[in-house]
T-cell receptor, first 112, second 114 residues
């Protein structure tokens, strides 16, 4: 089992709809979780971080964390074509916070 | 306030050559982490430098080495390049080791090994 897993996609969503991206992780001790957006050929950009169970909202983005089920999700409301990118989930390794463990990313396509 | 800067942006090498990539951390940051991102994959942790020492290392061979300078900037060296070393190399800076704030990433260096 991979430490951090994401569906590679592509996930196709109509413009204006809600895009839902999911990530599961294997280490029950994980305490913090990050979502990054990466445009093709560019470096990852941190868009959301979440540390506690429940929802965290920032503009059109909502991160949801369920530690009991070991998943974290990212919702994007009112999806725009500019949201088309690969979304990466990352979790610090609990034995050593030095390392971020990344999923392979989900490619999101917003159709006008 | 300058963010993380990496140089060069693109690099083409041939198998067996050696390469040096450079990273300057965000102002006020003292810790630099390096990641390798192959096409279609998530980044993989290479190592982290703090106080001019390698603090933690991922699953990478000794061909990958690094250095941190007193001004906190860092270099990543890769010897005996293989085709499989072709990737986007990312540098992230943070304040202090063991941080879990997600870091600040540079624009990356795209390395192509022919």
């Amino acid at each position: 089992q991979k430490e951090v897993e994401q569906n590679s996609g592509p996930l196709s969503v109509p413009e204006g709809a809600i895009a839902s991206l999911n990530c599961t992780y294997s280490d029950r001790g994980s305490q913090s979780f990050f979502w990054y957006r990466q445009y093709s050929g560019k470096s990852p950009e941190l868009i959301m971080s979440i540390y506690s169970n429940g929802d965290k909202e920032d503009g059109r983005f909502t991160a949801q964390l369920n530690k009991a089920s070991q998943y974290v999700s990212l919702l994007i409301r009112d999806s725009q074509p500019s949201d088309s990118a690969t979304y990466l989930c990352a979790v610090p390794r609990t034995r050593s916070n030095y390392q971020l463990i990344w999923g392979a990313g989900t490619k999101l396509i917003i159709k006008p | 306030d300058a963010g993380v800067t990496q140089s060069p942006t693109h690099l083409i090498k041939t198998r067996g050559q050696q390469v040096t990539l450079r990273c300057s951390p965000k102002s006020g940051h003292d810790t630099v982490s390096w990641y390798q991102q192959a096409l279609g994959q998530g980044p993989q942790f290479i190592f982290q430098y703090y106080e001019e020492e390698e603090r933690q290392r991922g699953n990478f061979p000794d061909r990958f080495s690094g250095h941190q300078f007193p001004n906190y900037s860092s270099e990543l060296n890769v010897n005996a390049l293989l085709l499989g070393d072709s990737a986007l190399y990312l540098c992230a800076s943070s304040l202090g080791p063991g941080t879990s704030n997600g870091g600040n990433f540079g624009a990356g260096t795209r390395l192509s090994v022919l």
